[in-house]
């Protein structure tokens, strides 16, 4: 069996490779459990300088790695380029914090000696999505390999190119430490479900949508094994009536229309208070129009966006520009959807594509009745006076909460979500940590 890349802007295919058959995976197993045992045991500057090295190879290969990512999920090479910068930032940031991240913590518990210690798992899978194909990749593994674990990777089918570039990345470096599958999309849940099972396997993570989190957390659970799950978002962008409204509207079209809307954390529902709303969709449809963007991954992703679009429309939404797909390719146009009320299908569902959902919220109660109208609760945007924001922002449920800024993701700082955006969290201390055995230790 073979798996096959497409690119998203013509639909032409790219690339064919085998899909891995059983032998294949239990080698990778095999390989990535014995290399973890003696990485365990490898002393952290040593396991640290490794990542440097990552960081190195991926800024001199930033053009090579930029192109494949483009050429797989269709983010424009601007895009790409900032995507591989990231991902050699995050090598850095781990490896200057990690040494103070997973070092012992004394606790005064009136024992001659106590203190918590971090110590490696194991093997860590990770299921990864085509959205972010190298960060959401380095992410993770960047925390995993620091604590002393190796990895093994199912990454989205769209992306193997992807995929198998970062395994040659680091197998090149440190061979065993990271593999990457290659699964046919047929056998994808049975053979999860059995890696998550192998008892090689110490924890899992993944990246990507409810189903999939439903089907990665119910396989960790009857395994009695740890998972951090990142899951979907309807981000509210919440704007009071004392924002600065030129602001907000470059802020949104940003956060709204960056990487095509394919990101779980960018801004969805825009929930606007009356006295301003008016003046803030007239600035963002002035933001909305130098706004250039490449096409959705998938023609099966266009078409759920563009459902979504209609069925708003058809509820009664006023649809302000874009809602149109533009061929060859998976295209659809930024879209603005003004009088978005609850129950509606932008309201309701997450949007993973370039659709901006307005919500006139009657004041800041009700704004944030709004914002908190979802079973979602990944990150959270409040535009106005900071202290007002901040106020209003608090009472607003989610993992992450920006004041005058759009959410994004950052290396020293925690990045998850609650409810049914999943748990866990990734980057920083948490981050690592989640990857670790928390240990007690008490010395009489």
Known sequence: MQIVTRDPATG????RYPA???????RALAETAATAVAWAATPLPERLALLRTVGKILTERRAQYAALITA?????????LAEIDKCAWNCEVVADLAPEWLADRPIDSGAARSWVSYEPLGVIFAVMPWNFPFWQVLRFACAALAAGNAAVLKHSPDVTGCALAIEELFESLQPGIFRALVIDAERVPETCARIVADRRIAAVTLTGS??????????????????VLELGGSDPFVVLADADLGGAAEAAARSRFGNAGQSCVSAKRFIVVEPVADAFVAALLGATKSVSIGPLARADLRDTVIRQIEETVAAGAKLLAGGGT???GYFVEPTILDHVTPGMTAFAEETFGPVAAIIRARDDD?????????????????????EHALAVGRRIRSGALFVNAPVASDPRLPFGGTGRSGYGRELSAEGVREFTNVRTIVAG
């Open 326 to 328: 533009g061929t060859p």
């Open 366 to 386: 009700h704004a944030i009745a709004l914002a908190n109208d979802t079973d979602f609760g990944l990150g959270a945007s409040v535009w106005g006076e900071p």
């Open 12 to 15: 032409a295919e790219l690339g």
């Open 20 to 26: 891995h058959d059983d032998d294949a995976i239990e």
């Open 72 to 80: 797989e999920m269709g983010k424009p090479l601007a895009e790409s």
């Open 210 to 227: 409810e189903r999939a989190g439903l089907a990665i957390a119910a396989a960790a659970g009857a395994a009695l094994k740890k998972a």
